[in-house]
């Protein structure tokens, strides 16, 4: 018989002659090493799942234009190639106006996006009805339905009008331009005028939309009686001068003459008389945020509302990444100079990784404080075999046996346990892990097959760590004292 088997054989049937202590020890060793290969699969799993989690509670990215710059869908979508697309969980496309609601005298945001994408970005979103599937169908945000009074199935009215950017004292203006401008009227309801100059750079074909003031007296302004007036005028005008007011009309007539002092420059048509669009409510929505008070569209609704397309806000942005690799995608992003500007959702991402490193560091605690209480388990069972073991030890040691061998038999006996513990352990951890990861996450891991083996040998060596003192003792042992009786 060779000496490894031999050595086999001795372990074996120290082991099994001592089969309730070692018993206890085995089972020692399992627990924590269950314990250490869950955890540690929940350490490695759990950030992915935490990850796709977030992912729920909306965009960590946005794209927004570069100083100077447009963003367009078409050059959002460009840029987002220096994301893996793996890790790309949505992009979803945004773009702000202000419409009025002529008929309640209100005026709302209406954002244009894609709802297919929403759903991705967004799946905090909470609507009562379905979201819009075609053209001409909005969703409302439930602090405009209650302002409105609207609800699923209805239809309402939204009339787009330009805003004023520039006066035409700041504007170049040309012969034959065209021009349109806004202001703020009677009771803060806007008024919006167009016109164009002609040769001479007076105005002429003067329109001015007032169905926003009274109609008893502000809405006498778009009577031809007052209009007339403007027709032929040269810019700037002045109340009183160039333009009489209406009587019991002062600030809607006013609010005009400043319409026609601050309109601008256009080449869209479009875009300078506005544009009024009857849409159906398909569903209500509900956040608890500054969601419910925008009116959401699709982009080509809201492109045939203002005349203008193509042209977006900000892209939010749903990454499946730490805050390291977000960081760096947006360093990237930032450095390729693509006419974007990208930036991090500071309230998502720091929210991920504090809740992450809190919960890494709770692994590691809890596998730490597991690993000492298996040594001391296990140091304690050996103490008391080789206590049990002491005469059989000092006999040994008469006959000649080296502390060598002694100390050889113990260790291996302790690896031996850490090893079927360890096995033992690391299938057991899996389905603890199993359990926390549906039960916390609702949703399943997989099993890591490098993870047993790395299991067995950390139960080894913790086994060999927790009988270094009982080895101690059983070499301390004087063969002498021990067949004496002592």
């Not at 372990?11 to 020692?28: F, K, Q």
């Not at 002062?250 to 048509?269: D, K, L, Q």
């Not at 991920?352 to 730490?368: I, P, S, Y």
Request: proline share 3%; aromatic share 6%; hydrophobic share 45%.
């Amino acid at each position: 018989m060779s000496r490894r088997k031999m050595f086999l054989r001795m372990i074996t049937a120290s082991l099994l002659r001592r089969r309730s202590r070692m018993l206890v020890a085995l089972l020692s060793i399992a627990i924590g090493a269950a314990i250490l290969s869950g955890l540690v699969t929940v350490y490695y799993d759990v950030p992915r799942q935490m990850q796709a989690e977030f992912r729920s509670y909306g965009a960590n990215m946005l794209l927004v234009p570069a100083e100077g710059e447009k963003l367009s869908v078409e050059k959002a979508a460009e840029a987002l190639h220096l994301i893996p697309s793996g890790q790309l969980v949505g992009q979803t496309p945004y773009r702000y106006v202000s419409v009025q609601m002529m008929r309640n005298q209100q005026t709302f945001v209406a954002a244009g996006t894609d709802f297919d994408q929403v759903r991705t970005t967004s799946p905090y979103f909470t609507v009562e009805g379905d979201y819009p599937s075609g053209a001409r169908q909005i969703l409302i945000g439930k602090a405009v339905a209650d302002t409105i009074g609207a609800k699923t199935g209805s239809v309402v009215e939204l009339s787009f009008h330009p805003q004023s950017t520039e006066s035409t004292e700041t504007a170049e203006l040309k012969p034959g331009a065209t021009l349109a401008g806004s202001a703020v009227g009677f009771n803060q309801n806007p008024v919006y005028v167009s016109f164009s100059l002609d040769e001479e750079m007076k105005i002429r074909d003067f329109t001015v939309d007032v169905s926003s003031q009274t109609e008893e007296y502000g809405g006498q302004c778009g009577e031809e009686f007052f209009t007339r007036q403007f027709t032929g005028a040269s810019l700037p005008l002045t109340l009183g001068e160039d333009i009489d007011a209406v009587s019991g009309a002062t600030i809607t007539s006013t609010a005009v003459v400043e319409a026609v002092n601050g309109a601008r420059p256009t080449e869209n048509a479009a875009a300078v008389t506005g544009n009024t669009l009857n849409l159906q409510v398909t569903g209500v929505l509900e956040t608890g945020g500054k969601e419910e008070n925008y009116i959401f569209m699709s982009l080509d609704d809201l492109g045939v509302l203002t005349g203008e397309k193509d042209s977006i806000d900000v892209m939010e942005l749903s990454v499946s990444a730490g805050a390291e690799e977000l960081n760096s995608y947006v360093d990237a992003l930032n450095e390729a100079d693509n006419g974007v500007t990208a930036r991090l959702v500071k309230r998502i991402t720091n929210s991920e990784t504090a809740v992450l490193d809190k919960l890494q560091a709770l692994v590691f605690l809890v596998t730490a404080v597991v690993l000492l209480l298996t040594m001391i388990c296990v140091s304690t069972t050996m103490m008391a075999v080789v206590t049990e073991r002491r005469k059989e030890i000092g006999l040994r040691k008469a006959l000649g046996a080296s502390d060598g061998s002694i100390r050889t038999e113990f260790l291996g006996e302790g690896m031996f346990l850490g090893m079927l513990g360890g096995l033992l352990g690391a299938l057991l951890g899996f389905g603890f892990a199993q359990i926390i990861s549906v039960n916390v996450f609702g949703g399943s891991i997989t099993l890591q097959p490098l993870l047993v083996p790395i299991t067995m040998i950390v139960s080894m060596i913790i086994s060999a760590l927790s009988c270094m003192l009982p080895i101690k003792h059983a070499i301390a042992i004087d063969p002498a004292l021990v067949l004496k009786g002592e």
